[in-house]
């Protein structure tokens, strides 16, 4: 198994075995099961969500995606691994994707019921791109792609809590312009990236400087979870923009309006 260390030139042993397994384990494996569970009584978004985190570590641990940091080049050597690695990332989004579709309780939960503020928070687990910046001060790989995620990363992190406390004070209708513009650059950040991943495996973008750590445990256990959530979070609010502003859920913190923050309980 391909595993980041300190001889691999890597991210280093801490980062790779502690950090980013931890923090997702925090937020997927404990904080979205406990919210989901305790404050919605729903037991089947808190399984979903631990189960989410364990099966992508394991995945992601077996290393079925590539056996180098560096992509090969020749690209159709890597290909099963790249396909592997898409349909790791597209099942989970293809199971939200059919949910909020035929699942009416499940769209509701993120329209209705849950506060966007509390989405907005969530995303402070992109803290996790300073590995990225890493990379670039240790002079392992200076490539734009690199400085791009993990500046912007850390920007959508940084103001990811301080803008919930905004939008559950004042609102999300007053603070919309705030909310859309951080939206645009966390949903920028991860679209131009997976845009740079694929055209380096094409060799179509800065062949020399490989992006095949994506592909690598640990890094790769994070896509299916931390990626995943990055795209939900931005998309419901861009795609329900007008539903979320008029939710009673969202209204500023002390409004007298009737709350529409109703459980729903499954299983």
Same mark, same amino acid.
């Given at each position: 198994?391909?595993?980041? +260390?300190? #001889?691999?030139?890597? /991210?280093?042993?801490?980062?790779? =075995?502690?950090?980013?397994?931890?923090? +997702?384990? *925090?937020?997927?494996?404990?904080?979205?099961?406990?919210?989901?569970?305790?404050?919605?009584? $729903?037991? +089947?978004?808190?399984?979903?969500?631990?189960?989410?985190?364990?099966?992508?570590? *394991?995945?992601?641990?077996?290393?079925?995606?590539?056996?180098?940091?560096?992509?090969?080049?020749?690209?159709?050597?890597?290909? &099963? @691994?790249?396909?592997?690695? &898409?349909?790791?990332?597209?099942?989970?989004?293809?199971?939200?994707?059919?949910?909020?579709?035929?699942?009416?309780?499940?769209?509701?939960?993120?329209?209705?019921?849950?506060? =966007?503020?509390?989405?907005?928070?969530?995303?402070?687990?992109?803290?996790?791109?300073?590995? =990225?910046? #890493?990379?670039?001060?240790? @002079?392992? $790989? #200076?490539?734009? !792609? !690199?400085?791009?995620?993990?500046?912007?990363?850390?920007?959508?992190?940084? +103001?990811?809590?301080?803008?919930?406390?905004?939008?559950?004070? &004042?609102?999300?209708?007053?603070?919309? $312009?705030?909310?859309?513009?951080?939206?645009?650059?966390?949903?920028?950040?991860?679209?131009?990236?997976?845009?740079?991943?694929?055209?380096?495996?094409?060799?179509?973008?800065?062949?020399?400087?490989? /992006?095949?750590?994506?592909?690598?445990?640990?890094?790769?256990?994070?896509?299916?979870? !931390?990626?995943?959530?990055?795209?939900?979070?931005?998309?419901? !609010?861009?795609?329900?923009?007008?539903?979320?502003?008029?939710?009673?859920? &969202?209204?500023?913190?002390?409004?007298? %309006?009737? %709350?529409? %923050? #109703?459980?729903?309980?499954?299983?």
């Amino acid at each position: 198994m391909t595993v980041l +260390t300190p #001889e691999s030139s890597s /991210l280093g042993a801490f980062y790779s =075995y502690y950090i980013m397994p931890g923090l +997702t384990a *925090v937020y997927f494996g404990i904080i979205a099961p406990v919210y989901f569970y305790k404050v919605h009584s $729903n037991t +089947t978004l808190a399984i979903g969500f631990l189960l989410l985190f364990l099966v992508a570590f *394991v995945v992601s641990y077996a290393d079925p995606f590539i056996d180098s940091l560096y992509f090969s080049p020749n690209i159709m050597d890597d290909f &099963n @691994g790249v396909m592997l690695y &898409n349909i790791a990332i597209s099942v989970p989004f293809s199971v939200i994707f059919f949910a909020w579709l035929k699942v009416p309780w499940f769209s509701d939960i993120f329209l209705k019921m849950m506060p =966007y503020y509390v989405m907005i928070g969530f995303q402070s687990y992109r803290i996790c791109g300073l590995g =990225y910046l #890493e990379i670039v001060r240790r @002079g392992l $790989n #200076e490539d734009f !792609f !690199f400085l791009w995620v993990g500046t912007l990363d850390l920007i959508v992190s940084l +103001t990811a809590i301080p803008l919930a406390l905004a939008v559950k004070k &004042n609102g999300l209708k007053k603070m919309k $312009n705030w909310v859309l513009a951080w939206t645009l650059m966390g949903f920028g950040d991860v679209t131009i990236s997976f845009v740079l991943y694929f055209l380096n495996w094409l060799k179509l973008y800065h062949a020399d400087n490989s /992006l095949a750590v994506l592909m690598v445990y640990p890094v790769s256990g994070i896509m299916p979870t !931390f990626v995943v959530g990055v795209f939900f979070t931005h998309l419901v !609010f861009l795609l329900n923009m007008d539903a979320l502003m008029d939710a009673k859920i &969202n209204a500023p913190e002390g409004d007298d %309006s009737e %709350s529409v %923050s #109703e459980s729903t309980s499954l299983l």
